[in-house]
């Protein structure tokens, strides 16, 4: 059995280690208070090409958290050219955590922006002006995970447990999978963007995402063995798998400037373009995607840079809309659905009432995924596979 005292100290040990993994994958909606995003945001842009070529269109994107593979299709896009053959000079901002990216764009400080759409359905209710225009994960990350030990092995079994959670807005689906269980004797526990509650003992199931923490599990010395955990050593709870996943990160766009202002439209089809081809060189090149964005200035380690553009293309291909960029009309109402039903522990909803019809659009993405088809561009990846990490102690 694992015991409390012992991966206390061995949590402690390992504090180094985890802390370069720190930047979480979650969207923030609020400051954190911990201070566990950390860091400053930085921009990256096109080399050589910001505010030297008075013939591109300056665009500037708002990540949701800070430079990590995550979101690997923007920065290899960037990296590769891609943008600034369209005629885009694209300014990559990261987010230390203080940052909301659709209030951002909402308030015309962004051109885009990416966030998950649960949470953006909450501000369009409250009177933000998005859409969606490009679904760019079409499987969610989140999990839920336990130590095989623990007993618990499905999520009934977190009734009378400590569960974990970042909070802001990440909290959803597990409320959505303990309200299908039907599980209302359990303790919320506000959890840091690491996995320390877990192997301290404090948490009995922790969140965690497949890209991010669930690998720094994988790259942590068990006490026990002396060799790094293995997946047998957890119980992963996969909302996936429970039917209650929600569709995360997309690409938002100013709603009344598609409407109003034609070249901001044609802008649109252009950075989905570039996108989507900057998508398509991470599907296929994921070594040196994960050296780009390490060089954009991640600080994550080698291994785990890697392993996180692994899995993230895991959520994009292949991808079952015919298109990456395309919105799965069930997968959306589900999410609509699970946003107006499902109560956290104040019985509060995300939404009460359905979201506009302009909550998003696949007019824009079609028309990229249509030219990029015509170049004869495998925007499905339906032969994908994904490569075999191995990860190392620490995920340098």
């Known amino acids: 059995m694992h015991t409390r005292s012992r991966r206390t100290g061995l949590a402690a040990a390992l504090v180094t280690a985890t802390a370069l993994a720190l930047a979480g994958c979650s969207v923030t909606d609020e400051s954190d208070p911990d201070g566990a995003s950390g860091g400053s945001t930085a921009t990256a842009t096109a080399s050589g090409s910001a505010g030297a070529d008075g013939d591109l269109t300056p665009v500037s994107l708002q990540l949701q958290w800070l430079t990590q593979a995550q979101f690997a299709g923007y920065y290899a896009a960037l990296d590769q050219g891609y943008y600034a053959d369209e005629g885009l000079d694209v300014s990559i901002i990261?987010?230390?955590?203080?940052?909301?990216?659709?209030?951002?764009?909402?308030?015309?400080?962004?051109?885009?922006?990416?966030?998950?759409?649960?949470?953006?359905?909450?501000?369009?209710?409250?009177?933000?002006?998005?859409?969606?225009?490009?679904?760019?994960?079409?499987?969610?990350?989140?999990?839920?995970?336990?130590?095989?030990?623990?007993?618990?092995?499905?999520?009934?079994?977190?009734?009378?447990?400590?569960?974990?959670?970042?909070?802001?807005?990440?909290?959803?689906?597990?409320?959505?999978?303990?309200?299908?269980?039907?599980?209302?004797?359990?303790?919320?526990?506000?959890?840091?963007?690491?996995?320390?509650?877990?192997?301290?003992?404090?948490?009995?199931?922790?969140?965690?995402?497949?890209?991010?923490?669930?690998?720094?599990?994988?790259?942590?010395?068990?006490?026990?063995?002396?060799?790094?955990?293995?997946?047998?050593?957890?119980?992963?709870?996969?909302?996936?798998?429970?039917?209650?996943?929600m569709l995360q990160d997309a690409?938002?766009?100013?709603?009344?400037?598609?409407?109003?202002d034609p070249a901001y439209a044609e802008t649109t089809v252009a950075f989905l373009r570039a996108t989507i081809r900057g998508w398509l060189y991470a599907r296929d090149n994921p070594e040196?995607?994960?050296?780009?964005?390490?060089?954009?200035?991640?600080?994550?380690?080698?291994?785990?840079?890697?392993?996180?553009?692994?899995?993230?293309?895991?959520?994009?291909?292949?991808?079952?809309?015919?298109?990456?960029?395309?919105?799965?009309?069930?997968?959306?109402?589900?999410?609509?659905?699970?946003?107006?039903?499902?109560?956290?522990?104040?019985?509060?909803t995300i939404i009460t009432q359905e979201p506009p019809q302009d909550a998003y659009t696949t007019e824009y993405v079609e028309q990229a995924l249509a030219d990029l088809e015509a170049e004869g561009l495998d925007v499905t990846g339906e032969d994908f596979a994904p490569i075999e990490v191995e990860l190392v102690e620490g995920g340098a």
């Open 94 to 245: 990261e987010s230390g955590g203080d940052i909301v990216p659709q209030d951002a764009l909402a308030a015309g400080e962004v051109d885009y922006a990416i966030a998950w759409v649960p949470k953006v359905l909450g501000s369009i209710e409250q009177g933000a002006r998005v859409t969606n225009v490009a679904q760019v994960f079409e499987r969610s990350g989140t999990l839920q995970v336990a130590f095989a030990d623990s007993g618990i092995t499905e999520v009934a079994d977190l009734e009378g447990k400590t569960v974990g959670s970042w909070g802001y807005g990440n909290e959803w689906e597990l409320f959505a999978g303990l309200n299908q269980a039907g599980v209302t004797d359990f303790q919320l526990v506000t959890q840091a963007f690491d996995m320390l509650g877990l192997l301290n003992g404090d948490i009995d199931a922790a969140q965690a995402m497949t890209y991010n923490e669930y690998a720094q599990l994988l790259e942590t010395v068990d006490p026990d063995t002396g060799e790094l955990y293995t997946p047998e050593d957890f119980t992963v709870l996969d909302w996936n798998d429970e039917g209650v996943a």
């Open 251 to 260: 690409i938002w766009a100013d709603t009344e400037r598609l409407e109003s």
């Open 288 to 348: 040196e995607t994960a050296d780009i964005v390490t060089a954009a200035g991640s600080t994550l380690g080698e291994s785990h840079q890697l392993w996180m553009t692994n899995e993230t293309n895991k959520l994009l291909w292949p991808s079952t809309t015919g298109g990456l960029g395309l919105v799965d009309t069930a997968v959306w109402d589900r999410t609509v659905e699970l946003a107006m039903e499902t109560s956290n522990e104040t019985g509060a």
